[in-house]
């Protein structure tokens, strides 16, 4: 069983960059389709980006294309958010989960990380 568990949450003024990082441990991520989310108090958990198992594609919320970056490195079992020019609406708690494919859909995923949390000043 996959467990995942992100870092790299923490404030940043509006701007600023950050990056967030998904490390499994317990098998290989090198098969799945991953994902990040993002939820704020009282709403639903929301898509952000998706990347195949390969690499190759990527797929973008609206709200986060041409800021964000989704990435990962197979070989250190570990999935990326480059999170660039963030905006007060970013802040949430960010949330990384792997599945059987690459989707915009929480119903995909089969394991999820603990989620860290990004807080951005205005």
């Known amino acids: 069983q996959v467990q995942l568990v992100e870092s790299g949450g923490g404030l940043v003024q509006a701007g600023g960059s950050l990056r967030l990082s998904c490390a499994a441990s317990g098998g290989t991520i090198s098969g799945y389709g991953m994902a990040w989310f993002r939820q704020t108090p009282g709403k639903e958990r929301d898509f952000v980006a998706t990347?195949?198992?390969?690499?190759?594609?990527?797929a973008y919320a609206d709200s986060v294309k041409g800021r964000f970056t989704i990435s990962r490195d197979n070989a250190k079992n570990t999935m990326y958010l480059q999170m660039n020019s963030l905006k007060p609406e970013d802040t949430a708690v960010y949330y990384c989960?792997?599945?059987?494919?690459?989707?915009?859909?929480?119903?995909?995923?089969?394991?999820w990380g603990q989620g860290t949390r990004v807080t951005v000043s205005s």
């Open positions: 990347i195949t198992w390969s690499g190759v594609d990527t």
């Open positions: 989960a792997a599945g059987a494919t690459a989707s915009r859909s929480t119903r995909t995923y089969a394991y």
